[in-house]
């Protein structure tokens, strides 16, 4: 059974960082795409971005250049290093794997896989 388990969110204070981390079992994580989604109260949820196993990656507009996502095959666990962090950030943080085709890395419904989320507040 594919699990992914996230950790790491928290409190953070605008312009603070925080990294979440999501850490999968039950899988051969080889080209496993790793993606990572949030979800404000009251809005849908939407792509932040994504890697795949040989390293590239995508972001939405919104987070790139203050986001960054890395993986460590080794331990299966995929990163998502948050800087610069701003009110708006704030939502719930889940990842999500699956094999995916290349232009279906920010569609949701794409991924197979998903962790439970993690709470991410940021206070101005």
């Known amino acids: 059974q594919v699990q992914l388990e996230e950790s790491g969110g928290g409190l953070a204070q605008a312009g603070g960082s925080l990294r979440l981390s999501c850490t999968a079992s039950?899988?051969?994580?080889?080209?496993?795409?790793m993606g990572w989604f949030r979800q404000a109260p009251g809005k849908e949820r939407e792509f932040v971005g994504s890697m795949w196993s040989d390293g590239v990656s995508h972001y939405a507009d919104i987070v790139k250049g203050r986001f960054t996502i890395s993986r460590d095959d080794a331990k299966k666990t995929a990163y998502l290093q948050m800087a610069s962090l701003k009110p708006e950030d704030t939502a719930v943080y889940h990842c999500?794997?699956?094999?995916?085709?290349?232009?279906?890395?920010?569609?949701?419904?794409?991924?197979?896989?998903w962790g439970q989320g993690t709470q991410v507040t940021v206070s101005s």
């Open positions: 039950g899988l051969t994580f080889s080209h496993y795409i």
């Open positions: 999500a794997g699956g094999y995916i085709l290349p232009n279906q890395f920010s569609n949701p419904g794409a991924y197979r896989d």
